[in-house]
């Protein structure tokens, strides 16, 4: 009881000396904490004055009491403003001291107000007849009433401008209004149904739905950064690519296995080829089959672990105010995200949030040597991708069905079929390569004020109303975090490209990516081994098996390695059809010549040794393994890949948010 008595004296005596800076009844203040033991507004208020740090206090019946540091306070259509009630009791805080009435949808729906179109804002203290100033809210003392007129365009520019420095006060520190408002989905929700979250357009998108996928956290694995400019199944590809493709080879591969011991236990049947006796030896698919099959599934339905911040699925994007919360918390979601995965394509630098959204991480993770990893993977790995795998499965299917009873009709057939997949594979390339140097022209090249923004595509004019520009926001951040705009510019083409150096490599591929791009490969050896092992003669089993490993290990990725270099050197296009044709055939032929050297020299190797035994095909994948280390290491890009030293501003090397 004396307890309760002192406590209630104490916050007696607290209220009686708790001035009113600011009546914010009607408003939303952004930042606060809940307080779930206070239940009525006279409480509510009662512990805010007794509580030195606690600057505003609301009450909604609804929603209950909160206190704390408000940021930025705005009258929205939100329903808290509906009936709540509160003060600001001490200090000024961002954007404290004015209301601004109105609506607008614009810059990205920050906030859901129009300050260029209603004039100067009314500044609410005890009353709707008493008024006060901004300069004196944030002097703390009370002024004479003021009549603003509406009609009056130069304050009200000015209004916008402070409005705008606000909010890029409170993007700058990088802080979260309410915790409520970090926000991460499950990578398994990314990729569902071929990431079905990328592939909707914004009207056909259930934005309540997406945003239920999504849960509080304090920490985000991922941040996604993409363009929604480019292409919308390049993307996809490549995502389900990086978040499910190891586990989809993997996967196949060990369900080929099974498929393989049971062909060879007699319990799964086999064909015979024509010409091909089934008393000597019956040829199986089942590995290959398998391999396909699961490999596609996995790829399509695994369920990935971690989590990603999506701005579709992390930002409320049903609500007008939490559109406006989400990005004034785009600076929070960066600097709490312990990577950026960045799906690069043709119009990435071109727009403007894209831009911002990596400057953000930049400055809150420093340098590229120390910050988490910053995953730059270009949208055009997808397509080459898939042109690896799928030529290598029809080449392999070929060789297991190709009839060998006449032997030139069988060589016809599968130089026709390999011959058709290189020239597409040459194709590809080509392309990729030519992507390749746009894409270093784009980041060499790289302004920031080349990049385009939604607002400045509408002449600053949405439902006839004048809002402001997005872009003067992005440049104002920007210039604070990196003292200047060249600066930024400089550290976007300095890390950048050294991010692409490191995770590529000096190849177009990196070696594990061609590896499980090229395990097709492996999945009809297989089956070659599992007849050999089936019609009895184990030593030949081991000759297949250790001839398949010298292929896709070696042979497979040196060949590749060389042919890159040549097709770098045929990557442009010409302008007669004709001529761009004959480069794919070069390109083609190319890489036949490569797959028949390799050929010739392991039977030049055979003849030396005069035997085809285990030891002699051992020996020369041990040779193999030594040239392609050779030749992968001693291979190098083009110069115009490696990163040029840049020289930063000292204000570079010291990054904090």
Same mark, same amino acid.
């Given at each position: 009881?004396?307890?309760?008595?002192?406590?209630?004296?104490?916050?007696?005596?607290?209220?009686?000396?708790?001035?009113?800076?600011?009546?914010?009844?009607?408003?939303?203040?952004?930042?606060?904490?809940?307080?779930?033991?206070?239940?009525?507004?006279?409480?509510?208020?009662?512990?805010?004055?007794?509580?030195?740090?606690?600057?505003?206090?609301?009450?909604?019946?609804?929603?209950?009491?909160?206190?704390?540091?408000?940021?930025?306070?705005?009258?929205?259509?939100?329903?808290?403003?509906?009936?709540?009630?509160?003060?600001?009791?001490?200090?000024?805080?961002?954007?404290?001291?004015?209301?601004?009435?109105?609506?607008?949808?614009?810059?990205?729906?920050?906030?859901?107000?129009?300050?260029?179109?209603?004039?100067?804002?009314?500044?609410?203290?005890?009353?709707?007849?008493?008024?006060?100033?901004?300069?004196?809210?944030?002097?703390?003392?009370?002024?004479?009433?003021?009549?603003?007129?509406?009609?009056?365009?130069?304050?009200?520019?000015?209004?916008?401008?402070?409005?705008?420095?606000?909010?890029?006060?409170?993007?700058?520190?990088?802080?979260?209004?309410?915790?409520?408002?970090?926000?991460?989905?499950?990578?398994?929700?990314?990729?569902?149904?071929?990431?079905?979250?990328?592939?909707?357009?914004?009207?056909?998108?259930?934005?309540?739905?997406?945003?239920?996928?999504?849960?509080?956290?304090?920490?985000?694995?991922?941040?996604?950064?993409?363009?929604?400019?480019?292409?919308?199944?390049?993307?996809?590809?490549?995502?389900?690519?990086?978040?499910?493709?190891?586990?989809?080879?993997?996967?196949?591969?060990?369900?080929?296995?099974?498929?393989?011991?049971?062909?060879?236990?007699?319990?799964? =049947?086999?064909?015979? &080829? !024509?010409?091909?006796?089934?008393?000597? /030896? +019956?040829?199986?698919?089942? #590995?290959?089959?398998?391999? $396909?099959?699961?490999?596609?599934?996995?790829?399509?339905?695994?369920?990935?672990?971690?989590?990603?911040?999506?701005?579709?699925?992390?930002?409320?994007?049903?609500?007008?105010?939490?559109?406006?919360?989400?990005?004034?918390?785009?600076?929070?979601?960066?600097?709490?995200?312990?990577?950026?995965?960045?799906?690069?394509?043709?119009?990435?630098?071109?727009?403007?949030?894209?831009?911002?959204?990596?400057?953000?991480?930049?400055?809150?993770?420093?340098?590229?040597?120390?910050?988490? =990893?910053?995953?730059? &993977? !270009?949208?055009?790995?997808?397509?080459? /991708? +898939?042109?690896?795998?799928? #030529?290598?499965?029809?080449? $392999?299917?070929?060789?297991?069905?190709?009839?060998?009873?006449?032997?030139?009709?069988?060589?016809?057939?599968?130089?026709?079929?390999?011959?058709?997949?290189?020239?597409?594979?040459?194709?590809?390339?080509?392309?990729?390569?030519?992507?390749?140097?746009?894409?270093?022209?784009?980041?060499?090249?790289?302004?920031?004020?080349?990049?385009?923004?939604?607002?400045?595509?509408?002449?600053?004019?949405?439902?006839?109303?004048?809002?402001?520009?997005?872009?003067?926001?992005?440049?104002?951040?920007?210039?604070?975090?990196?003292?200047?705009?060249?600066?930024?510019?400089?550290?976007?083409?300095?890390?950048?490209?050294?991010?692409?150096?490191?995770?590529?490599?000096?190849?177009?591929?990196?070696?594990?990516?061609?590896?499980?791009?090229?395990?097709?490969?492996?999945?009809?050896?297989?089956?070659?081994?599992?007849?050999?092992?089936?019609?009895?003669?184990?030593?030949?089993?081991?000759?297949?098996?250790?001839?398949?490993?010298?292929?896709?290990?070696?042979?497979?990725?040196?060949?590749?390695?060389?042919?890159?270099?040549?097709?770098?050197?045929?990557?442009?296009?010409?302008?007669?059809?004709?001529?761009?044709?004959?480069?794919?055939?070069?390109?083609?032929?190319?890489?036949?010549?490569?797959?028949?050297?390799?050929?010739?020299?392991?039977?030049?190797?055979?003849?030396?040794?005069?035997?085809?035994?285990?030891?002699?095909?051992?020996?020369?994948?041990?040779?193999?393994?030594?040239?392609?280390?050779?030749?992968?290491?001693?291979?190098?890009?083009?110069?115009?890949?490696?990163?040029?030293?840049?020289?930063?501003?000292?204000?570079?090397?010291?990054?904090?948010?």
């Amino acid at each position: 009881m004396r307890g309760a008595l002192v406590a209630a004296t104490l916050a007696t005596t607290a209220a009686a000396s708790c001035a009113v800076v600011e009546t914010l009844d009607g408003k939303q203040c952004y930042g606060l904490e809940h307080d779930t033991i206070s239940t009525d507004v006279a409480r509510c208020r009662d512990t805010c004055c007794a509580d030195e740090a606690c600057e505003v206090w609301q009450f909604n019946p609804d929603y209950g009491c909160y206190k704390g540091s408000a940021h930025v306070c705005v009258r929205t259509a939100d329903r808290f403003c509906q009936g709540s009630r509160g003060e600001r009791i001490r200090g000024t805080g961002a954007g404290s001291g004015r209301v601004w009435t109105g609506q607008r949808r614009n810059y990205a729906e920050l906030m859901d107000v129009d300050p260029y179109s209603h004039g100067p804002q009314v500044d609410v203290t005890q009353g709707p007849v008493e008024k006060q100033t901004t300069t004196d809210v944030r002097a703390g003392r009370m002024a004479a009433p003021t009549s603003p007129r509406h009609e009056d365009a130069t304050n009200a520019t000015q209004i916008g401008k402070r409005a705008m420095d606000d909010i890029v006060n409170f993007i700058h520190k990088g802080q979260v209004s309410r915790r409520e408002v970090l926000r991460a989905t499950p990578t398994s929700r990314v990729v569902h149904r071929c990431c079905y979250v990328l592939r909707l357009s914004k009207q056909e998108a259930d934005a309540e739905a997406f945003h239920r996928w999504s849960f509080v956290t304090d920490c985000i694995t991922e941040f996604l950064s993409h363009s929604w400019h480019g292409s919308t199944w390049a993307k996809v590809i490549l995502l389900l690519i990086l978040k499910n493709g190891p586990a989809a080879v993997f996967m196949g591969t060990i369900c080929a296995i099974p498929m393989m011991l049971l062909f060879i236990y007699g319990m799964l =049947p086999g064909y015979a &080829r !024509p010409g091909q006796s089934e008393a000597i /030896t +019956l040829s199986s698919i089942w #590995s290959m089959a398998t391999g $396909m099959v699961v490999t596609l599934v996995i790829l399509i339905l695994w369920r990935p672990r971690g989590s990603m911040f999506v701005d579709r699925v992390c930002i409320d994007q049903a609500s007008e105010v939490g559109k406006a919360e989400g990005i004034l918390n785009l600076g929070a979601f960066l600097k709490y995200s312990q990577s950026m995965l960045v799906l690069w394509d043709s119009s990435y630098t071109s727009r403007l949030w894209c831009l911002f959204e990596l400057a953000a991480f930049l400055r809150c993770h420093g340098a590229l040597q120390e910050a988490p =990893p910053l995953v730059v &993977r !270009p949208t055009f790995l997808a397509p080459c /991708t +898939l042109t690896i795998a799928g #030529s290598l499965c029809g080449f $392999m299917l070929a060789l297991l069905f190709i009839p060998w009873d006449n032997p030139l009709f069988g060589s016809v057939v599968l130089i026709a079929i390999g011959s058709a997949c290189l020239y597409l594979s040459a194709a590809a390339f080509r392309a990729y390569f030519r992507d390749v140097e746009l894409m270093q022209e784009h980041i060499r090249s790289f302004r920031v004020q080349n990049a385009k923004c939604w607002c400045c595509s509408q002449d600053h004019v949405w439902a006839g109303k004048k809002i402001p520009c997005d872009r003067e926001i992005v440049v104002e951040c920007i210039t604070r975090w990196f003292g200047s705009i060249a600066n930024f510019e400089q550290t976007v083409q300095k890390t950048v490209l050294s991010a692409l150096w490191h995770q590529l490599g000096n190849h177009p591929f990196p070696y594990l990516w061609l590896i499980g791009a090229s395990v097709p490969m492996v999945w009809g050896q297989m089956d070659s081994v599992a007849s050999q092992l089936r019609s009895g003669d184990p030593e030949m089993a081991i000759v297949w098996t250790l001839n398949a490993v010298m292929w896709w290990l070696a042979a497979f990725p040196a060949s590749f390695v060389i042919w890159a270099s040549l097709t770098w050197r045929l990557r442009a296009r010409p302008a007669s059809r004709c001529a761009d044709v004959l480069r794919n055939v070069i390109g083609m032929l190319a890489l036949i010549v490569f797959f028949c050297i390799v050929w010739l020299a392991q039977r030049m190797w055979l003849s030396i040794l005069n035997e085809d035994d285990v030891a002699a095909y051992a020996s020369f994948l041990s040779i193999m393994t030594i040239v392609t280390c050779f030749v992968w290491r001693a291979w190098q890009q083009p110069s115009a890949f490696k990163p040029q030293q840049t020289e930063l501003s000292p204000r570079d090397s010291t990054v904090e948010l």
